[in-house]
């Protein structure tokens, strides 16, 4: 592997690349701890944890991101984050603003359709205790 001042790095959602650039650096928290990523970083997986990932783009520009839980691949100079949910912040303060108005949302829209699905399952097992009736 070649010497290399930056990393291409790729933030994906389930439904969509949040992401797709390249940085110096990279600061994100593990299951184990903190850490930062720059370019020439031996390859490496790991699980991430509900944190804020912080970028270093190669113009010197920090942008940050609120993500849930995901896992990072780093093979050579790219860099692939894949998260469950994620959004980008202007600066710190902003991003947790997001961070909040998004994730209850999604949370909220997540606890109908667990209901919805409870409802629909509670259905189906009333349904075919009708068919074990017998027929008087």
Known sequence: MSLSDSMQITLRLPTRVL????????FAVAENGAFGMLPNHIDFVTALVPSVLTLTTADGTERFFGIDEGILVKKGHEVVITVRRGVQGADLDSLNDTVQATFIEIDEEERVAR???????A???RRFGELRKPLT
Not at 19 to 26: I, M, S, V, W, Y
Not at 115 to 121: F, G, H, K, Q
Request: no cysteine; hydrophobic share 45%.
């Open 115 to 121: 209901s919805a699905l409870s409802r629909l399952e």
């Open 19 to 26: 992401f797709d650039g390249t940085a110096r650096r990279l």
């Open 123 to 125: 259905g189906i097992v």
